[in-house]
């Protein structure tokens, strides 16, 4: 069985309109959800094996956020992942060698969230306090999706993932 934890990247700044979008860095509030989300991952045992990352300053950064790992990962910036459609991340997916468990990616939507909705198969059945109906229906930033995938990487498809968890900052910080 596999792991894979979808993450969008924690809020970032739009206080400069001249910064091209892929050099937007986190603000304050995306640098506290951030955190947040780390705290809930190290409670939750949640270490990947791998991170592939997308190379956008936001992306980076929240990435920063979630170190340092009792477990070091390899850290893979991924270009494809920069606002990749779902096919392009689904792709990036296939690739993961199969000796990889536990995969984290950090990325942008609409690509994740729609990744997360195909991944999950019919939320749409769920009932309306569900994981699955909430991640439908929002992805915001700094989420995280947990799924566990039972087939090889190169073989992952709609509907292929079994959604384990949605958490999102708000939710986290709620319950501290």
Do not use: C
């Not at 995306?30 to 949640?46: K, N, T, Y």
């Amino acid at each position: 069985m596999r792991q894979l934890l979808l993450l969008r990247h924690a809020k970032s700044s739009r206080d400069d309109p001249k910064l091209p979008d892929r050099d937007r860095p986190l603000n304050p509030r995306g640098q506290r959800a951030a955190a947040a989300m780390r705290r809930a991952m190290r409670r939750l045992g949640l270490e990947p094996d791998l991170v592939l990352v997308s190379p956008a300053r936001r992306t980076l950064e929240t990435l920063e956020a979630l170190e340092p790992w009792d477990e070091t990962p390899l850290i893979e910036p991924t270009e494809a992942l920069y606002l990749g459609s779902t096919a392009q991340l689904l792709n990036v997916l296939h690739g993961v060698p199969d000796v990889v468990r536990s995969v984290l990616l950090i990325g942008h939507n609409p690509g994740l969230h729609e990744l997360a909705t195909l991944l999950s198969g019919a939320p749409d059945k769920a009932p309306a306090h569900d994981a699955a109906h909430r991640m439908a229906e929002s992805f915001p930033t700094g989420a995280l999706a947990e799924f566990t995938i039972p087939a090889a990487w190169w073989g992952l498809e709609p509907g292929g993932g079994r959604l384990i968890r949605f958490l999102t900052p708000h939710e986290v910080e709620a319950a501290r």
